[in-house]
C-alpha cells in the first residue's frame, strides 16, 4: 500500500503559477505510476497528467498541455506538477493517486490523497 498527501495548493491570479507535490509514504514508491487528477465544483473528476514509474514517459491532458509539467523524484518519494500560465478554469480540487500501470482513467488508479485546493482568480 502508498499513502499520499498533497500540499502547495492555494489562490493565484490568472497567469500565475503554482507547484503542487505529493508525498508518499512507503519503500516502494518507485514501483509506482503517478497521476493528477482534478475535480472543480459540480464535475466529475477528470485525469490532469500521468507520470511512468520511472518518469521516463509522461502524459497530459489536451487542456494544460504545454502549461503543467509532471516530475517525479524517486529518491525523496514526491511526485510534482508545475502549473503555468493558470486560467480561471483550473480552479479545482486536485489529487495525486498511485497505481502499478500508468493510465489516464480514475478507474485506473488504486490508492489517492485527500487533496488540494487550488483558486485561480480571473
Known amino acids: 500500500q502508498v499513502q499520499l498527501v498533497e500540499s502547495g495548493g492555494g489562490l493565484v491570479q490568472a497567469g500565475g503559477s503554482l507547484r503542487l507535490s505529493c508525498a508518499a509514504s512507503g519503500r516502494t514508491f518507485s514501483s509506482y505510476a503517478m497521476g493528477w487528477f482534478r475535480q472543480a465544483p459540480g464535475k466529475e473528476r477528470e485525469f490532469v497528467a500521468a507520470?511512468?514509474?520511472?518518469?521516463?514517459?509522461?502524459y497530459y491532458a489536451d487542456s494544460v498541455k504545454g502549461r503543467f509539467t509532471i516530475s517525479r523524484d524517486n529518491a525523496k518519494n514526491t511526485v510534482y506538477l508545475q502549473m503555468n500560465s493558470l486560467k480561471p478554469e483550473d480552479t479545482a480540487v486536485y489529487y495525486c493517486?498511485?497505481?502499478?500501470?500508468?493510465?489516464?482513467?480514475?478507474?485506473?488508479?488504486?490508492?489517492w490523497g485527500q487533496g488540494t485546493q487550488v483558486t485561480v482568480s480571473s
Open positions: 493517486a498511485a497505481d502499478h500501470e500508468v493510465g489516464v482513467g480514475v478507474r485506473e488508479y488504486d490508492y
Open positions: 507520470i511512468s514509474w520511472s518518469g521516463g514517459s509522461t
